[in-house]
């Protein structure tokens, strides 16, 4: 039997719209009129709502602070020069925060909930959702282990929330890399393909030693020898050497991005050779040193494509050179082109509000 999950609209007296200065947003900041919650309990999600954006209580004992059994997600709206507002891929996000789900012991997310709560809470807030280059209204849906008690097992209650925040571009600034050789984000048979809240705040220390040092990222090689690259903090990453994009593939210490499958597919639509197979630092420092190593990208939904300028490697110094015709400018823009409804959706990608 199929449960018809109803979503109940509690609307905002006033907004705060007005009082946003939309020119100058620090990303993650700022949070739209209204936000969904669900919650799961007695084996069961109950009535979703749309309620204005505020405060939650949990005790101090509720499990997420104790165990972290904390999960989300990323993805954007975008609106067009006729006001047109489209999500990109949602699917997709939906499919992966499942997984994460699946994998910290928490209740899956009906599609229904996740798919219409989403598309009812972005239209809602549709004013939240600025056009311009580089302006998009930022999704986080999450779920939290909402019980109360310290004993150490899954929960039985659960909080699904969606919040929103409009976005402007996320990083700033020029991006160079420490490639890890010491610290690693993920294990085999552990968490990293999840988006665990945990994985991130296992992340910050050594990435705060890295800025330290003037990089702003690290990428992360494999656990067990640091001899392959794998993912940057919140990026998948892509190498350009010579003519060709080289990307590691998925395992279950990456995140399994949908903007890097989205560039590889473009990659592959303007005809360039994509390979999707370990790269080694060995081969990335030997195409540093006989100048075939023409660019190295971080993608991610927040970021889209960041061109990193420089990488340290143990005591190994390169700064990438400047190209007049770069993969990452031209795949950002085609990427881009979709989101805004400035292209053909060839692979139909976008969903319209
Ligand atoms: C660890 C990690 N890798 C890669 C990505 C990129 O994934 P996506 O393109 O789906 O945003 C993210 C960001 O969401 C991330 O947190």
């Known amino acids: 039997m199929t449960k018809t999950h109803e979503i109940v609209i509690d609307k905002v007296k006033e907004s705060k719209i007005n009082s946003i200065d939309f020119s100058n947003l620090t990303f993650g900041k700022t949070f739209t009129d209204h936000m969904l919650e669900c919650t799961w309990r007695d084996g069961e ?14 005790e101090p004992s509720c499990k997420v602070f104790h165990y972290g059994q904390a999960i989300f997600e990323g993805m954007k709206a975008f609106k067009d020069g ?121 992340s910050f220390y050594p990435n705060n030693l890295a800025l330290e040092e003037g990089y702003q990222q690290i990428i992360w090689t494999d656990a067990a020898s640091h001899e392959y690259l794998e993912e940057a903090g919140t990026m998948n990453i892509f190498v350009r050497i010579g003519d060709k994009l080289l990307t590691a593939p998925n395992n279950d210490r990456i995140l399994n991005g949908v903007t890097r499958r989205s560039i590889m597919q473009m990659a592959k639509d303007h005809g360039i050779t994509v390979e999707e197979r370990r790269v080694s630092v060995k081969e990335l420092t030997a195409a540093a040193n006989d100048g075939s190593l023409k660019e190295i990208f ?11 300028k420089g990488y340290k490697h143990e005591d190994f110094k390169f700064e990438l050179p ?32």
């Open 45 to 58: 999600w109950h009535t979703a709502e749309i309620k204005p954006y505020g405060p939650i209580q949990v």
């Open 82 to 202: 006729d006001g047109d507002v489209f999500l990109f891929r949602p699917e997709d996000n939906w499919i992966r925060f499942n997984e994460s789900a699946k994998r910290l012991a928490m209740p899956e997310v009906p599609k229904e909930v996740f798919m219409e709560g989403l598309k009812k809470l972005v239209n809602l807030d549709k004013e939240w959702v600025r056009y311009g280059e580089g302006l998009s209204l930022y999704l986080r849906p999450f779920m939290i282990a909402s019980e109360n008690g310290v004993a150490a097992a899954p929960g039985t209650e659960y909080k699904f929330m969606i919040i929103m925040s409009p976005a402007f571009a996320y990083y700033k600034g020029d991006v160079r890399v420490i490639i890890a050789s010491e610290f690693s984000r993920a294990a085999d048979g552990g968490v990293g393909y999840a988006k665990a809240a945990g994985n991130y705040a296992a």
């Open 298 to 308: 971080g993608t991610g939904t927040a970021a889209v494509i960041v061109p990193i």
């Open 322 to 353: 400047t190209l007049e015709s770069s993969y990452a400018t031209l795949l950002m823009g085609a990427l881009k082109d979709i989101q805004y409804n400035r292209a053909e959706d060839q692979h139909g990608w976008r969903v319209k509000i």
